[in-house]
């Protein structure tokens, strides 16, 4: 059955194999037996067919019925072997295939869990999801179907060109000129269809970004009446990726009847000298009538393999891309200070030193920015003693986001220091800063399973009583209890069945029960009732309670109560000091205030 | 397969294609079981009589016959593309028809990717089925059936080890078949379930970073890896057993011609050509049969696919059109009557309750309210990007779903909150509005939104290359083209849902003058800033979906309520 040849073709050949190879050297057992089960099948195969010769000369020269019944139960035994054979070798390789494709996803998966948030920043999911659907898929599909068959058809066409060089080595010659015909024609197909895949893959991205665009872009299609435009417009590039699709496949489809018209060619021109050679008593009729059997065998595996180093070839471009990214820097961690947590004091752990965690935090001069012609933050100093509350405000963009992302190192700063306790963050690990900052985002993401599950996504060994506690805390509790399954209720789809407001309530309840130190809110602008608006400004006045808190502001109330409010514009802290000041400075902050809130 | 059905419809013209592509295939299979016959004859009646000429003839019959076969094989592969490709874009075109026609309940059932992957890859195994399927689904059913018939007229005899071994590879494949569909579909749900793990791990990512819980999940990704493991491991151990099995079949068959055969040769009842010529027979008949097996296991692949794209072409807009629309907008005068709105039906709250307003054409209005308040819904049922759920919303008297959607939308001017502006430049962008607009037109439209200093500014000016989601603009920037694009429209109602956010308030104050120029044109301005909404007709005041206050300026600071309450927050100091 002709595959789809991907366009895609490996860049780095040699290695991508040899990385495929130690995955497989996992299992080389197996697939040292697969290899041994392949080719005796093959050659079970072949002999067989080779039986048909003697039988028949038997038969013709007059070896009677003892003879065939002979002929026949050797002939069997060796059909029987064939097929336990590739009983054998077929039940091995699909375990075994499906035993690489999980050691390969495992590694993928774990990799991707060590790689910087910038990663996940600059690539769109649906890319990063593809390695997971097609590029897996290809590398499965290419291992329990392409592994085996490589082999037996490469063994199947050097057993049966053997064969056909044992039966009769003139005929043989012309042959083999035909199997070179045959070679030729599916690489110059191959070449041609390859061609027209790329461009057809290239058209299909383009339709596929088309309709991302429009399809988010649905609201504004319908307020412009612009729906006949846009099916045009996507006309025009559905028609292109017809008409590629349709010259890539052309030549692709034309392979298998050009093979086959090549095969029966060969095989008339063989049976004409060959019974040129049984007049002249060169040869035997049977000798023929065995050796026509080869050549009409001989076709297909020819085309098998082809097709199968063809597939083979584009599933390794995604094995390739896999092994990128496997091979991707995973995010640095340098740092060498613990955290040590009891009950409720925590402590870093600096070599021998043991600082209790204070929960003070320090920017001096820093400067960032995510790509290099774009400086994002300038010459930032702030500084947030134990318990004290500072507040970001500003206009999209400014930067708020960014300081935060800094604390807890999702992006590593350019220039400056940020300490932590009188220690710089880069010393500390990773692992125990974050622990050490409890984090409240904007959009709150819940995971399949029950809202317990969720909660305790914070700590994973809290108790239920933990779970309950910190709801409560959060103020989510009431509104737990009130769900029909109350906190074993299951969440589905990133929590579609709870609203805006009570996801929120979850993320605090969360943050409540990890009960770090430190906490860095960014507040939801989302829109949420009253109700539930009033039961999460308590919650998370709750939660700030005792800590040190950086809050992107967006509510009153938490600006007003801020020990120090930071007004970024451009990247720049632009005024600084707390509401009463800040108001009486009538500056940015001041138009701010009294522009940006609306009722509450 | 009633869905596959249902695709199959959509061919249209290319069901041509198909119907010639089958035939040639059918054609092709003849020519491939006419040499055979031959090639007996060639070494029965040539060798075995050293007729040379004989020889010489077969000869030519049997290259003519491959000529032939190739010739037909070659124009196959050209219509049966066509036939595939020109399927796949016929389906993938109805269903961004049908997607354009959804209404946002509609497409809120779907993921955007989803949908997206709906129209791509779901058609690509779809195309794949023709690619790779249609040759054995023809191939298979015409060589079993001539093979029986020229195996028939070869030898009676020898033809009956055929039909009795036939049917059994048959039931056998079948079996497997059928046993692997249902293990298939389990092992694509428990793909969905690996990549739903990968999802949300991809989507919180942050909170995962932030709680440091990438050991908790690549333990959470190892169960479901491993499920896939053994899911798979299932599946495919029993769909690769056709293999061997198909192979004992095959080889009982050519053993039984064999012995059978080998019997007849001893009582002179048969030729030894005509044997070889049986034996390839069988050999091509029972791997056609083979290849129908593979054809049914990627049919049960494409049949999830062929049903996804089903639930999109299946899917009604919950908005239509009445049967005889009106296609004219005589007077713009809007009234909400009684209307209220909820944004799913199992919803617990209304989003909007029982609004009644009443807006007489060419007045200015300005609403306010806080987040979640129903101000982006209430003017979004004006235009019907979405339906009242009771009471009704009228234009002109008219209640908007008499409208024709066209009439309505081409009215009714909305810049809305969350604007977006497409690939493509600038007078590209603009053209949304008004598709025939002079430049003179683009130009005094940019500069009533107030983008025509810094447009001047670009070098390209109007040709300037907005690149995907018009990310070369600045916000602001973005949206006073959004606001020229919804001014070229002409529209008689015109609504602008928070649209100068991002724009510095000297020039909010020169696009409000300046739209305050407009005459007979009724304006609606959402905003959450007092001072935009000061001197409109009518200020109307949302609270929890339900109309709070309604009245001018004066009257609602008359009145002591939430109006005044805002205008005192934002308004603390004296200064406006």
């Known amino acids: 059955m002709p595959r789809i040849v991907s366009a895609k073709k490996p860049k780095n050949l040699s290695y991508t194999v040899k990385r495929l190879l130690s995955y497989m050297g996992r299992h080389s057992i197996s697939l040292l037996l697969v290899a041994l089960l392949v080719i005796m099948s093959v050659l079970c195969n072949l002999l067989g067919t080779y039986m048909i010769s003697p039988v028949i000369d038997g038969l013709v020269s007059g070896g009677g019925k003892a003879s065939l019944y002979k002929g026949v139960a050797i002939t069997a035994v060796i059909y029987i072997i064939g097929v336990l054979a590739a009983f054998g070798y077929s039940q091995i390789m699909a375990r075994a295939s499906q035993k690489i494709v999980f050691d390969i996803r495992k590694d993928l998966f774990t990799h991707m869990q060590t790689l910087p948030l910038k990663f996940f920043d600059t690539h769109q999911h649906g890319f990063i999801m593809s390695y997971y659907t097609n590029d897996t898929d290809t590398v499965s599909d290419a291992l329990s179907n392409s592994f085996s068959a490589v082999i037996k058809n490469g063994f199947q066409i050097l057993g049966t060109m053997t064969m056909l060089i044992i039966l009769n080595w003139r005929l043989s010659l012309i042959v083999t000129i035909s199997y070179f015909c045959m070679f030729l024609y599916v690489r110059f197909s191959a070449k041609k269809s390859k061609g027209y895949y790329s461009k057809q893959q290239k058209s299909l991205g383009a339709l596929d970004g088309y309709m991302q665009e429009m399809v988010a872009g649905q609201k504004v299609i319908k307020v412009f009446n ?43 021109i063989v049976s004409l000298f060959g019974g040129f050679m049984v007049l002249n008593g060169i040869t035997t009729l049977g000798a023929l009538a065995s050796y026509l059997v080869f050549v009409r065998q001989a076709a297909a595996p020819i085309n098998q393999f082809t097709q199968q180093s063809n597939f083979l070839l584009s599933s390794l471009a995604g094995a390739e891309r896999i092994f990128e990214l496997i091979d991707t820097e995973p995010e640095e961690d340098e740092g060498n200070v613990t955290l040590t947590r009891m009950d409720d004091s925590w402590a870093w752990n600096d070599g021998d030193r043991e600082i209790p965690l204070r929960g003070d935090v320090r920017f001096f001069n820093v400067d960032f920015s995510y790509d290099k012609n774009h400086q994002i933050l300038h010459d930032i100093s702030l500084y947030a003693k134990p318990g004290q509350k500072i507040a970001f405000v500003g206009s999209t963009g400014a930067g708020k986001t960014t300081i935060t992302n800094l604390i807890n190192r999702f992006y590593d700063i350019e220039k400056g220091e940020i300490i932590f306790d009188g220690i710089d963050i ?16 904007q959009d709150t993401h819940l995971f399949t399973g029950t809202i317990r599950d969720n909660i305790r996504y914070g700590r994973l060994e809290a108790t239920d009583a933990e779970v309950e506690e910190a709801a409560a805390i959060a103020n989510a509790d009431s509104f737990i209890r009130r769900l029909p399954k109350g906190y074993d209720t299951m969440i589905i789809d990133d929590g579609a069945n709870l609203s805006a407001g009570q996801r929120q309530l979850l993320a605090i309840a969360r943050a409540a029960v990890a009960n770090p130190p430190v906490l860095i809110l960014d507040e939801a602008t989302s829109n949420i009732d009253t109700r539930t608006e009033d039961l999460i400004e308590k919650g998370m006045d709750r939660l700030m309670e005792g800590r040190t808190v950086f809050v992107i502001a967006h509510r009153l109330s938490t600006v007003r109560n801020a020990d120090a409010i930071m007004v970024l514009e451009n990247g720049r802290i632009i005024e600084r000091g707390n509401h009463n000041e800040l108001i009486a400075l009538h500056g940015r902050y001041y138009d701010l205030y009294t522009g940006m809130f609306e009722l509450s | 397969m009633t869905n596959i059905g249902k695709l199959i419809k959509l061919m249209g013209p290319y069901k041509k294609d198909l119907v010639i592509a089958c035939l040639l295939v059918a054609i092709e299979t003849g020519f491939e079981l006419i040499i055979p016959t031959m090639m007996a004859d060639l070494i029965d009646n040539g060798i075995a009589n050293a007729d040379t000429a004989y020889m010489l003839g077969k000869g030519m019959q049997m290259a003519i016959c491959a000529l032939l076969a190739l010739a037909t094989g070659l124009t196959y592969a050209r219509f049966a593309a066509r036939a595939a490709y020109g399927w796949g874009a016929a389906i993938r075109e109805k269903e961004y028809e049908n997607l354009q026609a959804f209404a946002f309940s509609n497409i809120d059932k779907y993921e955007t990717s989803s949908l997206i992957t709906r129209l791509t890859s779901d058609i690509t195994v779809m195309q794949n089925t023709i690619n790779n399927g249609l040759r054995p689904l023809v191939r298979a059913p015409v060589m079993l059936v001539l093979g029986l018939l020229f195996s028939f007229s070869m030898n009676g005899e020898l033809a009956i080890t055929f039909i009795i071994l036939t049917p059994i590879l048959g039931i056998v494949l079948f079996t497997i078949v059928r046993r692997v569909a249902p293990m298939y579909s389990i092992m694509q749900k428990t793909v969905d379930d690996l990549n739903s793990v990968v999802e949300e791990n991809l989507r919180a990512i942050r909170t995962v970073k932030a709680f440091v819980r990438g050991e908790y999940e690549e333990e959470k990704f190892g169960k479901v890896n ?3 493991c053994q899911t798979a491991s299932r599946t495919n151990s029993m769909a690769v057993l056709n293999m061997p099995l198909f192979q004992a079949v095959m080889y009982t068959c050519v053993l039984s011609l064999m012995f059978f055969g080998g019997l007849m040769i001893l009582n002179a009842k048969l030729q030894v050509g005509e044997l070889t010529g049986f034996l390839s027979y069988v050999m091509q008949v029972l791997n056609s049969m083979m290849m129908l097996s593979n054809v049914f296991l990627l049919l049960s692949r494409s049949l999830a696919s062929a049903a996804r794209i089903s639930s999109v072409l299946d899917e009604v807009p919950d908005m239509k059109e009445t049967e005889a629309p009106i296609t004219k907008m005589k007077s713009w005068d809007i009234e909400f009557r009684n209307a209220s709105f909820r944004y799913s039906s199992d919803a617990s709250v209304d989003t909007l309750s029982h609004i009644n307003i009443k807006i007489p054409q060419g007045h200015t209005i300005g609403i306010l309210g806080g987040t979640g308040s129903g101000k982006s819904s209430l003017v979004q049922l004006i235009d019907r990007l979405y339906d009242a759920e009771e009471g009704e919303v009228l234009i002109g008297g008219i209640n908007v779903k008499d409208y024709s959607l066209y009439t309505l939308r081409e009215n009714v001017a909305m810049v809305l909150q969350k604007n977006l502006l497409f690939s493509g430049t600038i007078r590209d962008n603009l053209k949304w509005g008004n598709k025939d607009a002079s430049d003179e037109e683009l130009w005094e439209a940019v500069d009533k939104a107030g983008a025509g200093e810094f447009l001047r500014h670009f070098p390209l000016g109007l040709d300037t290359d907005l690149g995907q989601g018009g990310v070369n603009v600045s916000g602001g920037q973005k949206q006073r083209l959004c606001i020229a694009r919804a001014l070229l429209k002409n529209p008689k109602i015109i609504i602008f849902d928070d649209s100068t956010s991002a724009v510095d308030s000297a020039t909010e104050t020169l696009i409000r003058n300046n739209l305050h120029k407009l005459k007979g044109i009724t304006k609606i301005f959402i905003a959450q800033r007092i001072s935009s909404v000061i001197d409109a007709d009518t200020i109307i005041v949302l609270h929890d979906g339900k109309v709070a206050e309604t009245g001018t300026h004066s009257s609602l600071m008359a009145e002591n309520g939430i109006y005044k309450e805002i205008y005192e927050s934002q308004m603390k100091g004296g200064v406006l």
Not at chain 1, 231 to 255: C, D, I, P, V, W
Not at chain 1, 426 to 441: F, P, S, T
């Open chain 1, 426 to 441: 880069r010393r500390i690990r990773k692992k125990d800063l974050r622990e050490a900052l409890g984090m409240v985002l």
């Open chain 1, 226 to 268: 612009h729906e006949k435009e846009n099916l045009e417009g996507f006309r025009e590039k559905n028609k292109e990726l017809q008409a590629m699709g349709t010259a890539a496949q052309t030549y692709a489809s034309t392979m298998i009847p050009a093979v086959v018209s090549i095969s029966f060619l060969t095989y008339m």
């Open chain 2, 226 to 228: 491993e499920k896939l």
